[in-house]
């Protein structure tokens, strides 16, 4: 890529959980950095996705929704968020247009309005108001804060998404860019592919299961055939009846995680993938420091 930046930033991306934070940061980078899913409290860790443009390079943190949190792995995901709106040029709060304007949102912003950085906000799910709910939402958002911008998008589909970009490109201080020009994310790859897998398993299971997944990649390298890669992964749950839940009956839903995450992985890797999942208990980790540290959160 021939490119001349001549200015770059950091802009952090905050909101409660489930807004469509993740979405947007993929939407923007127009690649999947983030994994998302219909549960709230996807993601849990700061996700940097990296866009560079001809003459600007922004570095997008994608953020833990922030919500009051019911046990140690919620309050971490929620000093993680804060601990990433330091240092930022601009601030971009999403809220979701679609479920309407909350305390939570109200907190947000009173959270970025002490940065003392310019703040876009972003009504997003626009895909599922109507026009004429357009407005009283934009007026609604407009109360929380001294937006410097307010965007109606749809991340899921992309629109507006360029028209916000221009914006926070257009506040981005003199400088060079931060990060080689052709990199999206800075995310290690046994992260990226953690995440993958966690996505996939965190869909297919229902009511409070998916907050007991966590995923580690044990091992990963060339597999036995050519042009293969061999990755031998946990998936962490919190009870012995969450184990069975994963596995499925004659192991079913196991497979299916592998199923829906290979092809992911494969075009991640650009190589064919023999994934292979286990799936371990690790007693109430979400409570437990230790736990938590070693699961990487
Ligand atoms: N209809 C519609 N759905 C959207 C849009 N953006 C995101 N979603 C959906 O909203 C849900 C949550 O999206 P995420 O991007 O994971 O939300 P998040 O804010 O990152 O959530 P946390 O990581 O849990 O804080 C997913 O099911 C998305 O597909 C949108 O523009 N329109
Ligand atoms: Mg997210």
Redesign the pocket.
């Known amino acids: 890529m021939s490119t001349s930046v001549t200015a770059s930033g950091v802009c952090a991306i905050v909101g409660r959980p489930n807004v469509g934070?993740?979405t947007l940061l993929n939407a923007i980078i127009g690649e999947k950095v983030?994994i998302?899913t219909r549960i709230p409290q996807?993601?849990r860790h700061a996700i940097r996705g990296i866009l560079t443009r001809e003459d600007v390079q922004i570095v997008f943190v994608?953020t833990?929704?922030v919500h009051k949190p019911k046990t140690l792995l919620g309050s971490r995901l929620n000093d993680i968020a804060q601990a990433s709106l330091s240092g930022v040029d601009v601030a971009v709060l999403v809220v979701d247009g679609a479920k309407g304007i909350g305390t939570g949102d109200a907190f947000m912003a009173e959270l970025v309005s002490g940065l003392g950085v310019p703040i876009i906000g972003v009504l997003n799910k626009v895909d599922r108001i109507g026009k004429d709910a357009q407005l009283p939402a934009i007026a609604a958002l407009a109360d929380l804060a001294d937006f410097d911008e307010i965007v109606p998008v749809s991340a899921r589909r992309g629109e507006q998404v360029e028209v916000l970009t221009d914006l926070i490109a257009a506040r981005m201080p003199e400088g060079p860019a931060l990060y080689p020009v052709e990199m999206v994310t800075d995310s290690e790859e046994a992260q990226r592919i953690s995440e993958i897998v966690r996505e996939k398993a965190m869909v297919v299971m229902r009511e409070e299961v998916p907050h007991s997944i966590a995923v580690t990649v044990e091992e990963m390298g060339p597999g036995r055939s050519e042009n293969v890669t061999a990755i031998f992964a946990s998936i962490y749950v919190e009870r012995d009846s969450q184990k069975g839940m994963v596995i499925g009956r004659q192991g079913a839903v196991l497979a299916q995680i592998g199923t829906d995450a290979r092809p992911e992985l494969e075009a991640l890797l650009g190589t064919k993938v023999y994934l292979d999942l286990r799936v371990k208990i690790s007693k109430e980790w979400q409570r437990d420091p230790k736990k938590l540290d070693k699961l990487g959160y």
């Open positions: 934070k993740s983030a998302t996807t993601t994608d833990p929704g």
